[in-house]
């Protein structure tokens, strides 16, 4: 069955950095398209980057220059590199495979605070 797994999260300060990881299984991790999702306290879920199997990117506007997605396809894992992180990144992330079908890890959550 499709399993994903992000770990990486944790308390940061304001200007620091993480990186997010997601272990993927159960399907072909080389032919899928990933993203990382974000969801802040009271707010709805929202695209924070998304990285085709080509290997092509996207990000939201919010995190442009700031946030790196990568993949390993010898590790079946996604990567979402943050830095120069700000209060409002704070949020729970969650790495989706996409496709018709869709599956979600469980996230991680990411504090930035003094």
């Known amino acids: 069955q499709v399993q994903l797994v992000e770990s990486g999260g944790g308390l940061v300060q304001p200007g620091g950095s993480l990186r997010l990881s997601c272990a993927a299984s159960?399907?072909?991790?080389?032919?899928?398209?990933m993203s990382w999702y974000r969801q802040a306290p009271g707010k709805e879920r929202e695209l924070v980057a998304s990285?085709?199997?080509?290997?092509?990117?996207y990000y939201a506007d919010s995190v442009k220059g700031r946030f790196t997605i990568s993949r390993d396809n010898a590790k079946n894992t996604v990567y979402l590199g943050m830095n120069s992180l700000k209060a409002e990144d704070t949020a729970v992330y969650y790495c989706?495979?996409?496709?018709?079908?869709?599956?979600w890890g469980q996230g991680t959550q990411v504090t930035v605070s003094s």
């Open positions: 990285c085709t199997s080509g290997g092509r990117t």
């Open positions: 159960g399907f072909t991790f080389s032919s899928y398209g």
């Open positions: 989706k495979r996409v496709g018709s079908a869709e599956y």
